[in-house]
């Protein structure tokens, strides 16, 4: 599992909360990546990161923020969490020792947004 | 922008037969990778094979192989001696090459399911 972990698991929260999640990785990869899962979509990139307090917009990146204070933790924060966020987050690595620039996937969170 | 389609959002197969899933892909990118993922009901990603595209020969693990026909720019996925552990959503992904920080694009999936 590269040793990633996503926190929490599951979460259930209220229109214009804020949220957080949390990526967190042992291995020091340098790549950090947040996808959002949806039917009928696939993956599609919300953000990532390229190093400690180096980040860039993916494809779906409105109504996300991201941080990187350290190299272990990626987290993704919904200012005012919507409907339309509702979702399942993935959050991924990809080191470039990794001869085939594959990219490791942490387990999901699910988030409900009432 | 790189996209990648898969056209059969379900298939079926009967325990022991071969199945082929279809994935294709828009780039002007010369040098890039695909994979084909697996997605059980655990939510897991699982990356089941993977494709450089400078690679002529097509790639292979155990009962999975693919079809690359870059020229085509299509990358099937071939499953031999289907298991009932393989149903599953496979997600076709495509990468480019440079740029460390290059993400995966995806297919939107096809659901396998099989038939005991």
């Known amino acids: 599992d590269a040793g990633i972990t996503q926190s929490p698991r599951h979460k259930v929260t209220e229109t214009g909360t804020p949220v957080t999640l949390r990526c967190h990785q042992t291995e020091n990869h340098r790549y950090m990546y947040w996808y959002r899962q949806d039917p009928g979509h696939g993956l599609r990139l919300i953000h990532y990161?390229?190093?400690?307090?180096?980040?860039d917009k993916g494809e779906v990146s409105d109504g996300y923020s991201v941080s990187r204070s350290k190299t272990e933790d990626f987290l993704l924060t919904l200012e005012s969490a919507t409907s339309s966020q509702t979702s399942v987050y993935f959050c991924?690595?990809?080191?470039?020792?990794?001869?085939?620039?594959?990219?490791?996937f942490g387990p999901g969170t699910r988030l409900t947004v009432l | 922008a790189q996209t990648v389609t898969q056209s059969q959002p379900e298939m079926s197969v009967q325990e022991a037969e071969t199945v082929t899933l279809s994935c294709t892909y828009d780039t002007s990118e010369s040098d890039y990778y695909l994979f084909w993922y697996k997605q059980p009901p655990s939510r897991q990603m699982i990356l089941v094979i993977r494709q450089e595209a400078y690679k002529q020969q097509n790639a292979t693990e155990n009962r999975f192989s693919v079809n690359f026909q870059k020229a085509a720019k299509s990358f099937s996925l071939k499953i031999s001696d289907s298991q009932l552990g393989d149903a599953a959503m496979y997600f076709c992904?495509?990468?480019?090459?440079?740029?460390?920080?290059?993400?995966?694009?995806f297919g939107k999936g096809t659901k396998l399911t099989v038939n005991p």
């Open positions: 990161s390229y190093g400690v307090k180096d980040t």
């Open positions: 991924a690595i990809r080191s470039p020792g990794l001869a085939s620039n594959e990219q490791f």
């Open positions: 992904a495509y990468r480019r090459a440079q740029g460390g920080s290059e993400k995966l694009v």
